[in-house]
């Protein structure tokens, strides 16, 4: 970068303008663009257009397309709504908790299901390992890859809404989702409840993934 | 943040100000209309538009009835102001995040009320209304994240509910009285002390969303199965070991949460076919044959116990083996593929600890065909894997 003053985010418009920028080019700077989530503080204001709740299930709201270069989301928890285990289809996953609580678990790829002919009662064997876990508090970032694992994100409160920021770079429209118990991979369709502050209509959005 | 005696000041001026923005309207309206009364929403109660807002005996009987929600969340409030009952229009009172330990009864005032938003507050057992029925509008109740110790009677008498959200108590039992909530679609009690939940349960058909997650249940009632309209169960973090074979008759389930219960193990399972079996009596044999061999009988020909006993026959889970059990069965826990995704431990009931889908007791010749009575089997033979 050059010598110039990082810059000011004071709203999330602010936000989007240099997520443009920093996406411009092909290279992804994570530091940055952590930097960048990071220095947003959440303010209500920004965002309450995109925060419509679903009563059965988390919903995800797009927010900007990015120029095909990245997807900026809100999801919208209710009290103890939760993820499945899923990945994130070989993109950059970064998620900041603008209100409420989360907290995210991280697994190991389960091993790959090559000889699994004889599906026995013996599943205790396939349990999904948990590498890490952690409560959000508002305003924090996290970052996650494929390379750094699987995760599941839950609404810990049986009593409050959440909302987190996503930001996905590229976009991707399914991923794979997991079975803790067996490791079994399933792949499912990323749907988006709502975009631009209008709500979709779609006969049945049935995505399991953040 | 506002306090109760803040707030009083506020929904004061509030009042206020709506009647004079009514007062204006009309005026407007009539001389438009040459006296005709017009405009919307009415103007307060009988006469009092006639009276000058500047008084202080009229500011107390005025009404606010345009106003339909009230958001009052994330105050300091101890309790609420009687100036609430002013705003006799009211649709959604948003009173979440607050400090109440009471909400009065003038609550029962609001007769248009449809929300009632409380969650987070310090509300015990007491401290609510106890004739919430005469609220005849309110679907959605929300009192998450209090102190309530039980599923309170008045809860359960507000006939119309369609959500009611009780998580975070300390909740350890639901009532039967609880079925008379038919209307009800989400029914939410995850974070609680609950052990068991009653069969009256069963009984919610409008149920889609049964939140029970963060609880203490060592098992789940097998009339869960007659909740044909659930689209979401979550039970993750309880004491469940096995769930009932027919929960996988909820074909409409979108979503299931199991993690964190000490779902059975290949220890527990080896050993449950040595513990659970009884012997067969004679009785039992002689009814099992009857009944394999289809002997025909009436109730003439045999005293009426008997014929009460005959007709209690259970089918063998294996759908290779067309075996009954009547007292005498083995419980085998049997993983079952359930909606592609999941893979459950169901509690089943097989005629004899021998029996398998290798080797049924009673073998079934592959030319019989299903009858109605073969239906469980049939089903089951689709879920089962291999």
């Known amino acids: 970068m050059e010598t110039s003053a990082l810059p000011q985010i004071n709203t999330l418009d602010d936000l989007i303008g240099e997520l443009y920028k920093v996406f411009d080019g092909d290279e992804v700077n994570v530091d940055y663009v952590n930097y960048l989530m990071s220095s947003y503080k959440s303010n209500p204001l920004d965002w309450k257009k995109f925060a419509k709740f679903d009563r059965y299930r988390y919903t995800r709201n797009l927010i900007d397309e990015g120029n095909g270069k990245f997807n900026l989301m809100l999801l919208c928890w209710g009290a103890s709504h939760t993820s499945t285990i899923h990945d994130h289809a070989d993109a950059h996953c970064f998620m900041k908790l603008l209100a409420g609580s989360l907290q995210e678990v991280r697994f190991e790829w389960p091993a790959e299901e090559g000889n699994r002919t004889d599906r026995s009662e013996e599943d205790q064997d396939r349990l999904m390992v948990e590498i890490g876990r952690g409560e959000m508090k508002v305003n924090d970032v996290c970052y996650i890859n494929d390379s750094l694992g699987l995760h599941r994100v839950e609404n810990p409160s049986h009593s409050e809404n959440a909302v987190s920021l996503h930001l996905y770079c590229p976009p991707f429209s399914s991923c794979s989702i997991f079975d803790e118990r067996t490791g079994k991979r399933s792949k499912c369709p990323v749907t988006f409840w709502s975009k631009f502050g209008e709500r979709v209509d779609l006969k049945k959005p049935k995505s399991c993934c953040d | 943040m506002l306090d109760t005696d803040s707030l009083v000041v506020h929904l004061r001026n509030s009042i206020r100000e709506q009647h004079l923005q009514q007062k204006c309207e009309s005026l407007r309206t009539s001389r438009r209309k040459g006296g005709d009364r017009g405009g919307e929403g009415g103007g307060g109660r009988g006469g009092r538009d006639e009276e000058g807002p500047e008084s202080e005996d009229s500011t107390d009987s005025i009404h606010d009835t345009v106003t339909k929600k009230l958001l009052l969340q994330h105050n300091m409030l101890l309790s609420l102001p009687f100036e609430i009952t002013r705003f006799s229009s009211l649709v959604s009172l948003d009173l979440s995040n607050n ?117 203490r249940l060592r098992s789940l009632p097998r009339v869960i199965s007659n909740l044909t309209r659930l689209r979401s169960l979550l039970l993750h973090k309880n004491n469940l070991c096995c769930l009932p074979v027919c929960i996988v008759k909820l074909r409409g389930l979108a979503e299931l949460s199991l993690r964190d219960n000490p779902l059975v193990t290949r220890f527990v399972n080896s050993c449950a076919r040595e513990i659970m079996y009884n012997t067969p009596s004679l009785l039992e044999l002689a009814a099992r044959v009857i009944k394999l061999k289809k002997l025909p009988y009436t109730s003439e020909d045999l005293p009426r116990n008997l014929v009460h006993y005959l007709s209690s026959g259970q089918r063998c889970v294996n759908p290779k083996c067309k075996g009954m059990y009547f007292t005498s069965c083995v419980e085998h826990i049997k993983f079952v593929d359930f909606c592609g995704m999941y893979r459950l431990p169901l509690m089943h009931y097989l005629c004899s600890s021998r029996c398998s889908s290798k080797t049924p007791d009673y073998y079934r010749a592959l030319s019989e065909s299903d009858s109605e009575e073969d239906e469980p089997a049939a089903r089951m033979k689709r879920v089962l894997l291999g």
């Open chain 2, 99 to 215: 400090n109440l330990t009471h909400v009065n009864d003038f609550l029962l005032q609001l007769p248009d009320l449809q929300a009632l938003y409380l969650q987070n507050n310090n509300l015990a057992d007491d401290g609510l209304p106890k004739e919430l029925h005469t609220l005849t509008k309110l679907r959605e109740l929300n009192l998450s994240g209090n102190k309530l110790t039980r599923v309170l009677p008045q809860l359960c008498e507000v006939v119309g509910l369609r959500y009611l959200y009780l998580g975070g108590n300390e909740i350890t039992e639901i009532l039967p009285e609880i079925k008379a909530l038919q209307s009800l679609q989400v029914l939410h009690l995850g974070g609680n002390l609950l052990e068991t939940v009653p069969d009256e349960l069963g009984e919610l058909h409008q149920l889609a969303a049964l939140i029970l997650c963060d609880n």
